[in-house]
């Protein structure tokens, strides 16, 4: 069972992508665990379904889109901070003046 504003997009998916943002401090439902939420994350964002080792595959649309820097709690935001791309190197962009050419 999952919360409401939680998408499982596929069955061998280890993420969850968000229908609605939730809150930091809100406790979710997530599978059988109940967590607690430490940032807001918005819309269209994924956590982890269930425990993500370093290293391991994240799977989204039940195909691998990168890999876990970092352990990664269940409920944790699975973004920048922790995931790195297999296919095309990652950006965050903090102004225009960082565009990468």
Known sequence: MYDSRLL???PQDNVLVLRGAIDGG????????TVRVHERIGIGH???RH???KGDKIV?????IGSATMDIAVGDH???QNVQSDY??????????EVPK
Not at 26 to 33: F, H, N, P, Q, R
């Open 8 to 10: 499982l997009l596929s």
């Open 26 to 33: 809100e406790d979710i439902k997530v599978g059988d665990a």
């Open 46 to 48: 994924k956590i982890a």
């Open 51 to 53: 425990a993500i080792r």
């Open 60 to 64: 989204k649309y039940g195909a691998p």
């Open 78 to 80: 699975v973004h920048l």
């Open 88 to 97: 095309t190197p990652t950006y965050a962009l903090a102004s225009s003046e």
